[in-house]
């Protein structure tokens, strides 16, 4: 079946820019996750998370994402939707995801199957909390996450005694089955 | 780079030695930093000034391996390769997914490059980027991860040395960090340096452009046993490398008069970071703005100045330290350079001199860091495995009050903590980062910082796409913007250059 990688990326010090990480550390505390699937906080790495992106044969991002919509819509791209360009930054720091996914397509490693969760941001600035609108979307954010990774057959299983993470599963696979 | 200049804060304001083991652990873990930071630095941002990636659709894969065997014994050099990998670009260039390349400003006739000198830069692009995450590996060995290595203590590092421990660093840790060394030097011996030779000669206006202010400050860095520095400290005026003035830190002052701070004593007043107050005060427009009011406040970097002159830090100012103070192993390097390029000193003072000084660091560090690990396998023969001193541990043998600096030459420049401790605890803490010396706004007498200095005069061909600029604001290696990392799902360019034409 091959690796899959959950990929949470954004800086968790500017509030919902951080909300692909928040989503990630939320899904390693509430799942157990089979060896061959790897929940990775990205942080700000930018290209130093090429190998891991590259190792995969799946990758889910959870991140924010601008699309003009409201704050706390949940947005979902796939494989080419997701921007990726070589383009204009002033220091190296700035590459971000876009470079990662062009450099990997210019080594002929991009992987098999690429999909991004996200949701529209409502506050970027100095804070260690999401917005209400985006914390109040966070339940929905993990459900869409679940909801991919059982497309690729991969189903974490909850950890003992929690009860909200077993919900979820529960409305996954509803949802699933309709 | 923050965790040595916070520890040696410390060190200063309480007397601590650290022990020499220590002393060259911090030396591998800096300077094995340098390497791939430089690198990546030159092929990851700064090349795409100079390369134009579509012109090496134009390449003929033969003639390329012929430039590259030319000027490198690089054995990835043969026309199938440089085929292979304009295949591969040409793919990438075609796919058209979301105008790949679209936020470049490619074709921009300020690119000067033969076809084949970009295609053999792109073969390098992407080999830098497997090169790159391997030689880091030293810092997961010597400080469990990357970025940012765990190993930092005060009074020395927490690493322990021990040949019969498999967790410590043993004979098997150091075999590994000596191959990674050896990978990482002959990368840069064979490519980068090559690379950086083959591609000056066609930028030498550039010899002449993005000079800035001609005064440097570097505070040194890479220590010997008898604390002799490689890279000494020291301060050049006014470009005059036959005087090398000696650094002192308390001549050190930052002004916040255009900066969006306050102090309590007003906001013309300059204060040595021992005193330094960081109290926010914006007072600019409501983003989104179109301009700043530069005769006000207008920036969130203070202003640093050394004996109230504006300086520029980094690998130039580095390098004209050592070259000024006669350093040979320094001095070689930079005169075969500038005799290799047929120019002479003072083309050192540009936007070309400063990409070129940061290679030439680049080539010294690199040579020196197996010297440096020979050191410490011969420490560790001799059964010396001490990496830290506890002395000063308990914090009941500190004094009531303590002060002290702590330096770093980061790769980006001079990086300064100061720490004022009080009844064991700290009672003020500031930094003077590399970028905030480079990318200062002015200060309370209206003198400029480097970046705003060396953009004065730079000749612009296209408003719409100032290269020009990008390529003197690259050379000094910015550190900015690791903060925002948001999707933009329109494609929409996240980073915008403007210039107002008042400049």
């Known amino acids: ?178 | 780079m923050h965790a040595v200049a916070s520890v040696r804060g410390v060190e200063d304001a309480l007397g601590i030695r650290i022990p020499d083991n220590a002393r060259i652990l911090r030396n591998l873990i800096a300077g094995i930093q340098y390497v791939q930071d430089h690198v990546i630095h030159f092929y990851h941002l700064h090349a795409l000034d100079w390369v134009d990636v579509t012109g090496a659709l134009r390449a003929d894969p033969v003639a390329t391996a012929q430039l590259a065997q030319s000027i490198s014994d690089w054995p990835n050099s043969s026309a199938d390769y440089f085929k292979a990998v304009k295949d591969k670009l040409t793919a990438f260039v075609q796919s058209g997914q979301l105008g790949p390349f679209a936020n470049g400003y490619w074709g921009h006739p300020a690119y000067k490059l033969p076809p084949e000198a970009n295609l053999m830069a792109v073969a390098h692009y992407l080999e830098a980027l497997d090169w790159q995450r391997d030689v880091i590996r030293v810092h997961a060995i010597l400080g469990s991860k990357n970025p940012h290595p765990q190993t930092y203590l005060v009074g020395g590092m927490s690493i322990t040395l021990d040949p019969d421990s498999e967790t410590a660093i043993n004979a098997d840790k150091l075999a590994l960090i000596r191959k990674l060394f050896v990978k990482a030097k002959q990368f840069v011996d064979q490519v980068y340096i090559p690379d950086l030779l083959a591609v000056a000669p066609f930028y030498k206006e550039w010899a002449g452009l993005g000079e800035g202010l001609g005064n440097f400050l570097a505070y040194g860095e890479f220590p010997d046993a008898a604390g002799t520095l490689l890279f000494p400290s020291g301060i050049i005026l006014n470009r005059d490398l036959s005087t090398l003035h000696p650094l002192d830190h308390t001549k050190i002052a930052e002004y916040v008069t255009h900066s969006w701070y306050r102090y309590g004593e007003g906001d013309t007043a300059s204060k040595h970071p021992w005193d330094g107050e960081t109290q926010p005060n914006y007072t600019g427009p409501k983003p989104p703005y179109e301009f700043l009011q530069t005769d006000g406040k207008y920036s969130w970097l203070k202003a640093p100045r050394y004996d109230d002159k504006a300086m520029e830090v980094g690998p130039l100012a580095r390098v004209l330290v050592a070259y000024a103070a006669g350093r040979p192993e320094v001095k070689a390097l930079v005169d075969a350079v500038l005799a290799k390029l047929g120019v002479g000193p003072e083309a050192l003072f540009s936007t070309l001199g400063r990409t070129a000084a940061r290679g030439i660091e680049t080539a010294v560090v690199a040579g020196k860091l197996i010297s440096w690990l020979d050191e410490l396998a011969t420490r560790m023969a001799d059964k010396d495995f001490k990496v830290h001193n506890g002395e000063k541990w308990d914090p009941a043998t500190w004094p009531k009050e303590a002060k002290g600096w702590g330096f770093h030459e980061a790769p980006r420049g001079a990086l300064g903590h100061w720490v004022h401790i009080v009844d064991g605890k700290i009672a003020n803490y500031q930094c003077v980062v590399p970028s905030t010396w480079n990318a200062s706004p002015r200060d309370a007498k209206g003198q400029p910082g480097a970046y705003e200095a060396a953009l004065i005069g730079t000749p612009v061909q296209d408003p719409e796409q100032p290269i020009e600029i990008l390529r003197t604001i690259h050379s000094f290696d910015p550190c900015m913007a690791c903060a925002v990392h948001v999707v933009d799902a329109r494609g929409r360019e996240l980073t915008r250059i403007r210039i107002d034409g008042s400049m």
């Open chain 1, 1 to 178: 079946m091959g690796k899959t990688l959950v990929l949470g990326l954004g800086n968790i010090l500017l509030r919902d820019e951080g909300v692909g990480v928040r989503a990630v550390q939320r899904l390693a505390e509430r799942f157990d996750f089979a060896d061959d699937v790897q929940v990775l906080d990205g942080g700000t790495l930018g290209l130093d998370l090429l190998h891991y992106v590259e190792e995969a044969d799946r990758v889910l991002i959870v991140d924010a994402v601008a699309t003009g919509n409201p704050p706390g819509t949940l947005v979902r791209l796939i494989g080419d939707e997701v921007p990726a360009f070589l383009g204009i930054k002033i220091s190296p720091h700035q590459m971000g995801l876009a470079d990662l996914l062009a450099a990997s397509r210019l080594r002929g490693r991009f992987p098999r199957e690429l999909v991004l969760v996200g949701v529209e941001p409502e506050i970027i600035d100095t804070g260690l909390e999401l917005s209400p609108t985006v914390a109040a979307q966070m339940d929905a954010l993990l459900d869409r996450v679940l909801a991919e990774l059982a497309r690729w057959g991969v189903h974490p299983r909850a950890r003992r005694r929690d009860a909200q993470a077993e919900n979820r599963l529960a409305t996954v696979g509803r949802e699933e089955g309709r």
